[in-house]
């Protein structure tokens, strides 16, 4: 988005600095998340109004037809569209399938809801010479909606090697920019700098979003949020962030098995084309579906075998606790507290 829309202003003396020479434009942002709990009615009306907010066309489009009724978001863009001039536009799109996956447990209006998007993405198909650059985030690869038949222009990176570092700290940037973090960490925890370390690819490190990868990434918001208060010791920020994701909640709730979530089967071998094919969204495979949420990192045991297994101990702890939320499982505080001190306990023999 600054990119786009701002050029290099808040990029002078980084990479990008002297490789961007594009021109700025005016950028789309549309965030899904924030209508994800939103019924197919809401849904309609809110992407509706905000096209016509973030295109600035307040006083030329109307949100309403001659009944007094909301356009549709796929009118309205098209409506836009027409008028606007090849190439002058980016549009970046985040979480596209929070609103599909915050409705599983209802099917009249999950599939109203597929409807409103497939037409929607059909119009961004036909003026994608509209669009300078196109960008869209998600956690499923869901095979029914059209964004993913419409387009025969758009490239998956999910798992292409090049793109394997584009969302996580690796070692090598690790040690670069934050080693006097690290030394400071050390000092608040009275103990040495290569011991951090060695906890912090521990509990952070593993993630991986290619096959052929040759490096594992570590959670930025973790290690970032460790660093800024290391006193705390290192906890499992990630799943307070994101573990008990809506996507998983909300599988849950269609599922007549709580106990789908077996703990003791936290590594799976799949085949490759089984963790790279499209999924309807009411019927995603555990496991595959773990793996989207990032409970499973994908490690490559064959040309057509992969190994799904938790990345770090952040993760394995979370998988624990998604298990007993899963099965509505208490523990006990004397038994958390019997847990917390493992590790010592292990390390002092």
């Not at 016509?52 to 549709?72: C, M, R, W």
């Not at 059209?146 to 090049?162: G, H, M, P, Q, Y």
């Amino acid at each position: 988005h600054c990119l786009f829309a701002h050029g290099l202003a808040d990029f002078r003396g980084l990479a990008i600095d002297g490789l961007w020479q594009d021109r700025t434009y005016n950028v789309i942002r549309i965030d899904f998340s924030g209508m994800a709990d939103s019924d197919p009615a809401d849904l309609k009306n809110s992407l509706t109004d905000d096209l016509i907010d973030q295109f600035g066309v307040e006083e030329t489009v109307s949100p309403l037809n001659a009944e007094g009724k909301y356009h549709y978001p796929s009118d309205i863009l098209k409506k836009i569209a027409r008028k606007l001039k090849d190439n002058s536009i980016v549009l970046l799109i985040d979480e596209y399938d929070a609103p599909l996956t915050h409705h599983l447990d209802k099917p009249n209006e999950l599939q109203a809801i597929v409807q409103i998007l497939n037409s929607f993405y059909a119009v961004v198909k036909e003026y994608t010479r509209k669009f300078r650059f196109i960008f869209i985030t998600g956690i499923t690869r869901i095979a029914h909606v059209s964004i993913f038949s419409a387009f025969n222009n758009l490239r998956d990176v999910t798992f292409e090697n090049e793109y394997n570092t584009l969302l996580g700290f690796t070692q090598d940037e690790l040690r670069r920019y934050f080693d006097g973090y690290v030394e400071n960490a050390a000092y608040a925890l009275g103990t040495t700098k290569d011991e951090v370390y060695v906890r912090l690819e521990r509990y952070y490190d593993g993630f991986q979003f290619s096959m052929d990868a040759i490096e594992t990434l570590y959670n930025p918001w973790s290690v970032l949020s460790f660093l800024q208060a290391p006193q705390n010791g290192y906890r499992n920020y990630w799943y307070q962030s994101g573990g008990t994701s809506s996507l998983i909640m909300q599988y849950l709730k269609i599922k007549d098995n709580f106990d789908f979530i077996c703990y003791k089967d936290r590594e799976k071998c799949i085949k490759l084309n089984q963790l790279q094919s499209r999924y309807d969204i009411t019927n995603i495979p555990t496991e595959i579906l773990l793996c989207q949420a990032g409970y499973f990192t994908a490690r490559k045991e064959t040309e057509n075998i992969v190994k799904l297994t938790p990345p770090n101990g952040e993760v394995e702890e979370s998988l624990l606790d998604l298990y007993f939320t899963a099965n509505n499982i208490a523990m006990s505080l004397d038994v958390e507290r019997r847990i917390d001190h493992i590790e010592d306990d292990i390390d002092a023999k």
